[in-house]
């Protein structure tokens, strides 16, 4: 071997502190770490995380992904097997020399010897390269498999299994769990196979300079075995709990500093300076306790070196007295274990690296098994853009019921609006008709056929479901639209955007459609990511809307610039307004009002105004602070 | 970094024992081949075995000792630099975010406040690789000086060789792993925005588009690895070659009989060994110039204006709450005049968004105007320290974050009384949000309030507002995520809880306007009317189309 042999102190220093304090999460990595578990709210069900793969199937699934690429991994493990085999040619090479000058034989019979060590140098090097080549390139392409299943698989998770894990869950999948088993798969995978193949095979060299020095050397073996496994049962826990602390800490910065002008506002500066402290000190605490076990390792693999470095020395010494070795094989022999610290100790910290590796794998495979949403045998297309509701009841928590027995239809294209107070389930109906969750009893149909009927990927087609949660996806603006509708011309989606009236900014942006947006790219205000929102609905086209409070979130003044476009985008479709906004609701063709999970009214805006019921009641309080002598009928 | 010099003389100290001991272990295989095999000579080796042992002992405790001291003088100094950056964002006088996005300074203060501290972890290594070069060197000079001249020479000129055989490969790779990196990106910000998919059926054409990604991200992280590989297999190369050289040149020293055989192979050991210390200096290097870039980073955030600059002044108290603007230019606002009478409840109006938030911003003294002057009972802002300031004037925001925690625990965090905040709860609708929620009061807040729907948030917010008691409080769009009748509602508890204190409210909800002593409207940056909403509604066109439509 003629990488380096000893670890310099630096270097057992690097590695030492890789493991306890490099293995948090990256910087913004993980906003929702393991440590800030999203506490369930409002009428949210119990969690039910997405399902992790077993130790067995992680096997299988990462065998299956292998399968495809069998012949590259034969021929990567050959070469790497091959340039280790080479390498080990040096230290008998450097011992012949040791030899010949024992013998005492003229310096020019070094030549030849010499002009080997040089040449097996320059094998070794160009097979090493050609192996690791090969090893990852087997590594990365397996590795954009598995992500790219994964993601398949997670966008297709029905939204009622990824709300029961909570939003976290999925999130910290993508970004801990992939990065993590992708840096492995990068750094560690390499490594490791190099310096298993390097222990294996000087283990090998030793015993074909004679049987005795291996074990010699296989001395050292009980205290590594026993030192790796004391380390993982220690650090193993240990690095759970760090995980825990940095997102806690990481939580608790992104709080502070993200909330700072309210933190100054309400002048608690003091108890946030404390937060952080006392979280920021839990974390150095923690690390420190990764720094004392990874040294106390390392301790003990030093007492392994020795004691393998002191037994291949005297099994030397001995063979060399019984003339059963040259001084050569002797000094090959010494050098072959000492260059075994290096490997030995990388694949021993690489241990931990490799474990939660396959936590992470583990995690990984869960998502990319599951099942894709399961389509109907024989799915029946909706006749028209009609919904009809019928007898739909519904709980998330059984015994807590939120829809009693509701029932409603909408003609095709009649722009219906649901009012009612908070609470009153407005929300929930508007989910089990985007087919998000299944009601518990009932029947929703669209056009004529059942949700059942249709199918996951039909319903999605024909009813959109715009929330107040907006998201912008990172990239050109155009491609953001593009989401909607792959082949939409330019022409196209200017039109989209014109109708929304966001046309104007979107060219006034530094490079118009081209403009980078979202997570690091140029930031949109609320009321533009809503207009986007809006033009994506109208490229996607879909003969169904529901709008749930859509403006919400624009504040007063934005709001009703948002409505207008909102008007627009749903024209020609038939659309459910869940609003809070009454004027939104008397601008529709009929009201729907619902009061603790049941329909209790429905019909026109003036009609219902006259039953002197519960939306008369609500208009009373909306309109009663905008009536004024000129204007009796606001809003209208 | 001065308060960990303690820690870092002694992990140097330490650490340069431990590069000695390490230098010695092939010295010490040399002398034992001499000594012990070559001569057959038992007690030799017994004598070489046992110094062994003591190398052993002694650079294994001088290592852990080592770098224990020097990874607590890295983390102690990360942790300090962590808490006075946070001390800097929380400062009263403000502005220290300079624009810079939360997350970004969240990295700040964990990431290059890390990276800081380990130059700590640099100093140490770097002085302790020097002391395994100087152990090496003084070694092979005395075994030969021809041989130590070969190898002090001829590694520094093999790293220098390999160093700029790589540096194109390395160039390349780094370009090449940034690409790779997109991929996770793009799969992170898809599954962030997995409802906005699922809304409008996005799902396939998002996967379609992650492969693209993923496959474009295979090419380029392929390219960047061959290049590793190759930069790998590069070095090794240079090194066997090299480790040939010594061999010659030891070999025909040992062939004349110039060194001994153990001397050769203690040689040949130490050419091995000293790629490490040397390699070391460059990765120090490194951690220098990352060290020396995040420390320039925190300074730049440490050293932020504020925004504002701390007065002198004091408020006289108690606070009566009269404020006044007087022909106030800041930003968007000309020459604005406006006054509140102690105890008077005030709605203001503004055409454009921007006066608005330049309005609150002078009121919650995040800035000083350009011109012109604000005042509290008579005394101006500017005067005043603006900590001090802010229990006088609470300024609540209409996005106010919520805190981790219980949504009671976000209410009592600057409140009075448990009084206060029972009529705060009430009066803000904050109460019948408790009763919806699983745990009622005691549920968990999480990712700043998100875990709660944006009318939920907002009564929160507005409870905690008011259970602080502020003699004067200015309120910023409270409730435009509640429906029409929870908004009266808030309309009514409002009025009655702030009787008797001077109150602004900042919106255009007719409910909330309605329920005020008198409105302001502010129009191009300066007011323009004043007076009843009802009468406003009925007199004012402006007013109307900005409060009605």
């Not at chain 1, 074990?215 to 993982?232: E, F, K, M, N």
């Not at chain 1, 923690?286 to 390792?297: A, C, E």
């Not at chain 1, 590796?357 to 853009?385: M, N, Q, T, W």
């Not at chain 2, 480790?243 to 130490?270: F, K, P």
Request: charged content about 20%.
């Amino acid at each position: 071997m003629t990488d380096r042999q000893h670890q310099p102190y630096g270097d057992e220093a690097a590695e030492g502190s890789r493991s306890p304090s490099r293995s948090d999460a990256p910087p913004t990595a993980d906003p929702v770490g393991e440590g800030s578990p999203t506490a369930p709210a409002g009428d949210e069900p119990e969690r039910t995380l997405l399902p992790i793969a077993t130790a067995a199937r992680t096997r299988a699934a990462v065998a299956e992904l292998l399968r495809p690429h069998r012949r590259l991994a034969i021929g990567g493990f050959a070469v790497m097997v091959i340039a280790t085999a080479v390498g080990l040619l040096t230290q008998p090479l450097l011992g012949r020399i040791v030899d010949i000058a024992a013998d005492q034989r003229p310096p020019s019979a070094l030549t030849t010897t010499v002009l080997l060590l040089a040449a097996v140098a320059v094998a070794q090097g160009l097979s090493t390269a050609a192996g690791l080549s090969l090893i990852s390139r087997l590594g990365e392409s397996v590795l954009a498999q598995l992500r790219e299943r994964f993601i398949e698989r997670a966008l297709g998770l029905p939204l009622e299994q990824v709300e029961r894990a909570g939003s976290g869950d999925l999130t910290v999948r993508v970004t801990g769990d992939v990065s993590l088993t992708a840096d492995a798969v990068r750094n560690a995978l390499p490594e490791l196979a190099r310096s298993l193949l390097a222990i294996v095979l000087t283990l090998g060299a030793l015993a074909v300079l004679d049987w005795r020095f291996l074990l010699a050397a296989l001395l050292a073996l009980p205290v590594q075995i026993h030192t790796a496994r004391w380390y993982v049962r220690r650090a193993v826990p240990l690095y759970a709990e760090q995980r825990v602390a940095n997102g806690a800490q990481q939580q608790q910065l992104l709080d502070t500093i993200g909330g700072s002008s309210t933190v100054r506002a309400f002048r608690l500066e003091k108890e946030h300076s404390e937060r952080v402290e006392e979280r920021s000190w839990s974390v150095v605490g923690l690390t420190m306790r990764g720094v004392h076990l990874v040294l106390r390792f390392y301790s003990r693999l030093h007492i392994a070196e020795f004691i393998g470095l002191a037994a291949v020395l005297a099994t030397g010494f001995l063979l060399v007295r019984a003339e059963a070795a040259s001084l050569g094989t002797a000094t090959a022999a010494a050098l072959y274990f000492h260059s075994l610290f290096t490997p030995v100790n990388s694949a021993l910290v690489l241990i931990d690296d490799a474990q939660s590796a396959i936590a992470g794998l583990a995690r990984i495979i869960g998502v990319a098994d599951l099942p894709l949403p399961k389509e109907p045998e024989r799915p029946l297309a909706p006749k028209d853009s009609s919904v009809a509701v019928a007898g739909v009841s519904h709980s998330y928590r059984s015994g807590h019921p939120v829809l009693h027995d509701v029932a409603m239809a909408l003609r095709p294209g009649e722009r219906v609006a649901l009012v009612g107070a908070s609470g009153a389930g407005k929300t929930t109906l508007a989910k089990l008709i985007a087919g998000i969750h299944r009601p518990t009893t009932g029947s929703i149909e669209l056009g004529g056929a059942s949700l059942e009927d249709i199918g996951p990927g039909a319903i999605r087609r024909t009813v959109a479901l715009i929330t107040q949660e907006t998201h912008v996806f990172a990239g050109p603006l155009a491609d953001d639209l593009r989401l909607a509708s792959a082949g939409a011309t330019d022409a196209e989606l200017r039109a989209a955007l014109d109708r929304v009236d966001a046309l104007s900014w979107v060219e006034a942006l530094p490079d118009g459609m081209a403009t980078v947006i979202g997570e690091g790219g140029h930031r949109l205000s609320g009321a533009q990511t809503q207009a986007l929102a809006l033009a994506r609905l109208i490229l996607a086209d879909p003969p169904v809307v529901i709008l749930d409070e859509a403006t919400a979130e624009a504040g007063s003044t934005g709001a009703r610039a948002l409505e207008k476009a909102v008007s627009r985008a749903i024209d020609g479709r038939t659309a459910l307004i869940v609003a809070h906004r009454l004027t939104q609701a008397a601008s529709a063709d009929r009201i729907v009002v619902m009061e603790a999970g049941r329909v209790v009214e429905t019909g026109t805006h003036d009609a219902l105004r006259a039953a002197d019921g519960p939306y008369a009641a609500l208009w009373e309080a909306w309109s009663d602070t905008r009536r004024s002598p000129n204007h009796p009928e606001p809003g209208s | 970094m001065a308060g960990q010099r303690r820690d870092v003389v002694l992990g140097s100290l330490l650490g340069a024992g431990h590069q000695a001991g390490e230098a010695l272990v092939p010295v010490v295989i040399g002398v034992v081949i001499d000594r012990g095999v070559a001569q057959g000579d038992a007690t030799g080796l017994v004598l070489g075995i046992v110094a062994l042992g003591v190398i052993y002992i002694g650079l294994s405790f001088s290592f852990r000792f080592g770098a224990r001291a020097g990874e607590r003088a890295a983390e102690t100094a990360a942790h300090r630099l962590r808490t006075r950056l946070v001390g800097r964002l929380l400062a009263p006088e403000g502005q220290a975010m300079g624009g810079r996005l939360s997350g970004e300074l969240t990295n700040i203060a964990t990431q290059d406040a890390k990276r800081v501290g380990a130059v700590c972890m640099a100093l140490i290594v770097g002085i302790s690789a020097l002391m395994g070069l100087l152990v090496s060197a003084v070694v092979l000079v005395r075994i030969s000086a021809l041989l130590g001249l070969v190898v002090l020479l001829g590694t520094p000129l093999l790293l220098w060789l390999g160093h700029l055989l790589s540096k194109p490969l390395e160039r390349r790779s780094e370009a090449e792993q940034e690409r790779a990196a997109h991929a996770s990106g793009v799969a992170a910000d898809l599954v962030t925005g997995l409802r906005v998919l699922k809304g409008i059926g996005a799902e396939p054409a998002a996967v379609a588009r992650y492969r693209r990604t993923s496959g474009d991200s295979l090419t380029a992280t392929l390219r960047a690895a061959r290049a590793g590989a190759w930069q790998n297999g590069l070095v090794l190369a240079l090194t066997g070659v090299f480790i040939a050289l010594v061999a010659l040149v030891g070999g025909r020293l040992a062939t004349e009989g110039d060194i001994s055989l153990g001397e050769l192979v203690s040689a040949v050991g130490l050419a091995l060994f000293l790629l490490g210390p040397l390699s070391e200096f460059s990765w120090v290097n490194a951690e220098l110039a990352q060290g020396r870039a995040s420390a320039a980073r925190i300074a730049e955030v440490l050293a932020t204006e504020g925004a504002v600059l701390s007065g002198t002044g004091t408020l006289p108290r108690p606070v009566r709450g009269r404020i006044q603007l007087r022909d106030v230019s800041h930003g968007s606002l000309q020459a604005l005049d406006l006054e509140v009478a102690p105890g008077e409840i005030v709605g203001v109006v503004a055409t454009e968004p921007a006066d608005a938030t330049a309005l609150l911003g002078l009121l919650a003294r995040r800035f000083d105007p350009d011109s012109g002057v604000v005042e509290l009972d008579g005394v101006a802002l500017s005067t005043l320290d603006p900590g001090d300031l802010r229990t006088a004037i609470l300024v609540a925001e209409h996005d106010a974050d919520l805190f981790e925690g219980t949504l009671l625990s976000n209410v009592f965090a600057a409140a009075d009384s448990a009084d206060s905040i029972a009529r705060a709860m009430a009066a803000s609708g904050a109460d019948e949000v408790a009763l919806t929620l699983p745990q009622g009061g005691g549920t968990a807040v999480t990712e700043r309030g998100r875990s709660l729907s944006g009318g939920q948030r907002q009564r929160v917010a507005l409870a905690r507002a008011l259970a602080v008691d502020a003699p004067v409080l200015v309120l910023h769009d409270p409730a435009t995520a509640v429906d029409a009748v929870t908004e009266a509602k808030i309309a009514a508890g409002l009025r009655e809880l702030r009787h008797g204190r001077t109150t602004v409210v900042v919106t255009t909800s007719p409910a909330l306007l309605a329920m005020t002593d008198r409105v302001v409207l502010i129009e191009g940056g300066s007011t323009t009317s004043t007076a009843a909403h009802v009468e406003l509604v009925r007199d004012h066109v402006t007013y109307r189309t900005a409060v009605l439509s």
